[in-house]
């Protein structure tokens, strides 16, 4: 496991949310019973990454998961440069060490709901994560994302805690959901490496209260090759928990 202390910074991260007027529609369009944000901190750089990103791919296939490959880029000088990284992706990983003020920064590293972290190998511990997370703090906010004609449409109800709501954000992230890399330098030198659910670009939709909200977006202006699919989180914070989540596949 490659590990790399790192400064706390401010950037945020996030995802948006797309609205749908009809609940039943909206069940059967876009996942709207997500139970998990996974996100997965990684590196073609990283000797110790390959087995995280296979594995991570059973997460991908649940329905009841947004799970998001957030190369790093902090493993480049290593050998070779990271064709998926983001610098942003890295300071949304320390981000998240400082805002539960424990320095952790490492790859491959699994956040789950942006709360708790664990070994990106670990299938029972990314299990046993998500299940104590489910029983003790489960996403609180429900939301949906649909595309009607062109357009994407994010629809976000009300929060439960709604009176303790604050800073809280809905983001929009545009995914990849697989992406092939042939490595030719650095620790794993001749290895073709496959990532799923590849987040390529990210972007703030606004600001949510805690009551119900509709977001409209229009999808040639969010969307692009070799991108094919978009999440929407609403976070509270820099760095904080992931109150709410959906994800949209054409």
């Excluded at 296939?61 to 990284?85: C, E, I, N, Q």
């Excluded at 439960?160 to 620790?187: I, M, Y």
């Excluded at 229009?218 to 992931?242: A, E, R």
Aim: hydrophobic share 40%.
């Amino acid at each position: 496991m490659r590990s790399r202390q790192a400064s706390a910074a401010c950037v945020g991260f996030g995802f948006l949310l797309i609205s749908l007027g009809d609940a039943a529609q909206a069940e059967q369009k876009s996942a709207a019973h997500v139970t998990s944000v996974l996100e997965l901190f990684t590196s073609q750089g990283c000797s110790s990454c390959p087995p995280a990103d296979v594995l991570f791919k059973d997460y991908v296939d649940r329905p009841d998961v947004v799970a998001l490959t957030l190369p790093v880029d902090y493993w480049d000088y290593l050998g070779w440069k990271d064709t998926f990284s983001n610098p942003r992706n890295s300071k949304r990983q320390r981000d998240y060490a400082a805002r539960r003020g424990d320095g952790a920064v490492y790859t491959p590293q699994v956040v789950v709901n942006g709360r708790l972290h664990v070994i990106g190998t670990s299938k029972p511990d990314i299990d046993k994560t998500i299940d104590t997370l489910n029983r003790e703090k489960p996403l609180s906010v429900p939301i949906a994302m649909t595309n009607e004609d062109g357009t994407l449409v994010i629809n976000v109800g009300a929060s439960k805690e709604s009176a303790t709501v604050r800073d809280a954000t809905v983001w929009l992230a545009v995914v990849q959901r697989k992406g092939e890399v042939e490595v030719g330098q650095g620790e794993n030198t001749g290895r073709k490496l496959t990532y799923y659910n590849v987040v390529r670009q990210v972007s703030a939709v606004g600001m949510w209260d805690g009551m119900p909200e509709e977001f409209r977006l229009s999808h040639k202006s969010v969307m692009w090759q070799p991108t094919d699919s978009c999440v929407v989180l609403i976070q509270q914070g820099l760095g904080g928990p992931i109150l709410g989540a959906a994800k949209w596949t054409p």
